[in-house]
């Protein structure tokens, strides 16, 4: 597993390179290379309580969705890298659903939630949105993402698009705006892990698509 982030003095995102690490989808789904300015990070050990109090400053003093995740992805790294436990922290894939998820951290009201996600080899997720900002980290395993944007009609106002796709690889970091749309797929013959973090959700905003049927609901 490699956990090496990429560097670029401009602390830009910059075009699409299939050997970066980190990614942003902003809202319209489309997806682009970040490469985060080399700056000084916590001292080792980083445990996850310090993790979450920078968190808790990130979230108190950034307000933009696109700049917070510019700030957590890098500490997302170096918490997975510093403190090799939290990668055997999940439950294995329930056989009725085929995916497992074990909350590291959630506390009521406030607008984070932690999570280790588990997908069973073949394992593939609804068209959805998360309605809030979201960080994922690729443990082990590979899932390939299938980003989707809306393409309404007069006879269909909640089709979709398909406008790219990506396979991650352990070591890969993706963020998510709250609009953007994706669907995984766990590949291989091993489960896909995965480190989730997310924000407060807005759940009337919050959608799975059908895209047979060019409809959307609630979840």
């Not at 902003?26 to 001292?43: C, G, V």
């Not at 170096?78 to 055997?88: I, V």
């Not at 951290?105 to 609804?126: C, F, H, I, K, N």
Request: glycine share 4%.
């Amino acid at each position: 597993m490699s956990y090496n982030p990429s560097i670029n003095a401009s602390n830009t995102i910059i075009e699409a390179n299939p050997d970066c690490e980190n990614w942003i989808v902003h809202n319209d789904s489309q997806r682009e290379a970040y490469y985060p300015k080399e700056t000084e990070l916590p001292a080792d050990p980083y445990r996850l309580y310090r993790f979450l109090t920078d968190l808790d400053e990130i979230l108190l003093n950034i307000p933009h969705d696109s700049d917070r995740l510019k700030a957590i992805m890098p500490l997302v790294r170096h918490l997975l890298t510093s403190s090799y436990w939290l990668q055997m922290e999940y439950d294995q894939p329930s056989p009725k659903t085929g995916w497992s998820v074990k909350m590291l951290y959630r506390e009521p009201d406030y607008p984070l939630t932690v999570q280790m996600v588990a997908w069973q080899p073949g394992g593939v997720s609804t068209i959805h949105n998360h309605a809030s900002w979201g960080v994922v980290a690729l443990i082990s395993g590979s899932e390939k993402n299938r980003f989707w944007r809306r393409a309404p009609t007069p006879e269909f106002p909640d089709r979709l698009e398909l406008v790219g796709e990506q396979t991650l690889q352990p070591g890969a970091i993706i963020g998510f705006m709250p609009e953007a749309i994706h669907s995984i797929e766990a590949l291989g013959d091993e489960p896909t892990i995965t480190f989730n973090l997310y924000g407060k959700t807005n759940y009337k905003q919050r959608y799975q698509f059908d895209n047979t049927n060019h409809t959307a609901k609630n979840f």
